[in-house]
């Protein structure tokens, strides 16, 4: 079995890449409330941006994780929160008692690894890791009313926390169910993911996560290149693998792809996603709901806004 490389990036891709796009802030939102109306503009969601051309960003980064390497070490989620300045964990990095539930991202952990048992008989348990996968086409950016959510031209998805006025809509959205809430601030909404270390991606680095694993089980670099390198994989290895790249095609796609030894559902992937993206049904998510449900967040939205303001002023 060749080593896995964790980042699959040539010399010249390493180099810092250009910014990504702001959306909107929380200026522009709270004028266009003022210059549409509250109520219409919140009434007409249907005019959610269409999402990206992804044509003209064929340089995008992404993740292969292979869970056939994963040993459950967990040294992942230890980067993760070092590098995200994230509290201690409720159990201990090096505490094996953690795998007896399956956890989900927190607002405390942006990744968590589970455990699970392996059918083929070997003895030794699968582990996985979870976190947001960096949807190609991301049904929470689609189902946002302020567009707090970007798909960068790197690759990752970001979240604005200064334009997120706490609906939750994101959350409903998302196949993954990765993004969750910070219920520590009641007064400053904000919802909170994994951001695929955009930081040190844009100055050349590599995501904690990938660069503390022991055994290489997490390789970055190009989209495009991570697909050759898992197919290539499969191809050399068929009774290591199944034969599918989980992320390849669900949802659309992600920008985080894995490998397995067994088959997906059995380690709680969705399996029922569509392979076109999601998008196309949140967009219409909003008008789906009764007018009261759309309009009491908003209206909570606006009550966080002028607190908000006042604040910023007193
Ligand atoms: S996994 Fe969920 S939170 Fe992450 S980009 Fe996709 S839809 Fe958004
Ligand atoms: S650091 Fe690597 S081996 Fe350890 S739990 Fe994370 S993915 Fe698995």
């Known amino acids: 079995m060749e080593k896995p490389v964790k980042d699959a990036r040539s010399g010249s891709e390493r180099d810092e890449r250009k910014?990504?796009?702001?959306?909107?802030?929380?200026?522009?939102?709270?004028?266009?409330?003022?210059?549409?109306?509250?109520?219409?503009?919140?009434g007409t969601p249907t005019d959610v941006?269409?999402?990206?051309?992804?044509?003209g960003w064929p340089d995008r980064m992404g993740m292969l994780t292979d869970l056939t390497e994963c040993v459950g070490c967990r040294s992942c989620e230890s980067a993760c929160n070092?590098?995200?300045?994230?509290?201690a964990p409720e159990v201990p990095f090096d505490e094996k008692s953690v795998f007896e539930?399956?956890?989900?991202?927190?607002?405390?952990?942006?990744?968590?690894?589970?455990?699970?048992?392996?059918?083929?008989?070997?003895?030794?348990?699968?582990?996985r890791k979870v976190q947001c996968n960096h949807c190609e086409e991301p049904s929470c950016a689609s189902a946002c009313p302020v567009r707090a959510y970007t798909k960068t031209p790197e690759g990752p998805v970001l979240y604005d926390k200064d334009v997120c006025f706490g609906c939750r809509y994101c959350m409903v959205a998302c196949p993954f169910y990765a993004p969750a809430y910070d219920y520590e601030s009641a007064l400053e909404p904000?919802?909170?993911?994994?951001?695929?270390?955009?930081?040190?991606?844009?100055?050349?680095?590599?995501?904690?996560?990938?660069?503390?694993?022991?055994m290489g089980a997490i390789t970055f670099g190009r989209r495009e290149k991570l697909l050759k390198i898992a197919r290539d994989r499969i191809r050399k290895?068929?009774?290591?693998?199944?034969?599918?790249?989980?992320?390849?095609?669900?949802?659309?796609?992600?920008?985080?792809?894995?490998?397995?030894?067994?088959p997906f559902g059995e380690l709680d992937f969705p399996t029922n996603l569509p392979r076109k993206p999601i998008v196309e049904n949140t967009k219409g998510f909003l008008s789906a709901v009764p007018l009261v449900l759309t309009l009491w967040p908003a209206l909570l939205g606006l009550c966080?806004?002028?607190?908000?303001?006042?604040?910023?002023?007193g």
């Open 190 to 214: 904000k919802v909170v993911k994994c951001t695929m270390c955009h930081g040190r991606i844009k100055a050349g680095g590599i995501p904690a996560c990938a660069g503390s694993c022991p």
């Open 237 to 262: 290895f068929p009774d290591r693998y199944v034969d599918q790249i989980y992320g390849e095609y669900e949802a659309g796609g992600t920008s985080w792809l894995y490998l397995s030894g067994i």
């Open 82 to 87: 070092a590098a995200n300045g994230l509290p």
């Open 101 to 127: 539930r399956k956890r989900r991202p927190t607002a405390s952990a942006y990744t968590v690894v589970n455990r699970y048992g392996n059918p083929k008989g070997s003895g030794n348990p699968i582990y």
């Open 49 to 55: 941006e269409a999402l990206h051309d992804l044509s």
């Open 19 to 42: 910014a990504g796009r702001r959306t909107v802030n929380r200026r522009d939102f709270l004028r266009g409330m003022a210059v549409a109306g509250g109520a219409a503009f919140l």
């Open 304 to 313: 966080y806004a002028a607190n908000r303001n006042k604040e910023e002023k």
